[in-house]
């Protein structure tokens, strides 16, 4: 009989992170970032439609998407090794996917491999009036996650 992997345990909740996120990535508040889910296999996050977030061509610039997709990873990771805020991105790939529509835009991170010094997920991102099943990008990054003799 084969023996079932427990789940990992969560390692920082999810108002420890609303914490990191006021205190410590003053951008989240420009961007409006808000948790909408906080596990330690799936954090949601939200930004809050802004008409500042707009291009030229009535879509949701790029650099909007990428920066809440990176900080859904952040989060991500950090509910899996704790608050070790010196986790940084290593690689961030974006695949864009249709023209989001002008309304708020959610970002679905997923663990794909969490090893000792590197973390790799995926994010997937969809405009809340178009929903989950028509995603406007899908993104790759990785983390590296410091030693512990080196976390703050």
Do not use: C
Not at 19 to 40: C, Q, S, W
Not at 127 to 146: K, M, N, Q, R
């Amino acid at each position: 009989m084969a023996r079932q992997a427990s789940a990992p345990a969560l390692q920082l909740d999810v108002e420890s992170f609303r914490l990191i996120l006021a205190e410590r990535l003053p951008f989240a508040e420009t961007m409006g970032i808000n948790v909408d889910y906080f596990a330690d296999d799936h954090v949601r996050l939200r930004a809050v439609y802004n008409d500042r977030f707009l291009r030229p061509g009535g879509t949701i610039a790029g650099p909007v998407m990428m920066g809440l997709a990176d900080a859904a990873l952040y989060a991500l990771v950090l509910s899996r090794i704790g608050a070790v805020e010196l986790a940084v991105t290593t690689s961030l790939s974006i695949n864009f996917l249709r023209k989001p529509m002008p309304a708020d835009l959610v970002a679905d991170a997923r663990m794909l491999k969490l090893g000792k010094r590197l973390a790799v997920g995926e994010v997937t991102l969809f405009s809340e009036e178009l929903g989950a099943d028509d995603p406007v990008a899908h993104v790759t990054g990785t983390y590296s996650i410091p030693p512990p003799e080196s976390r703050l």
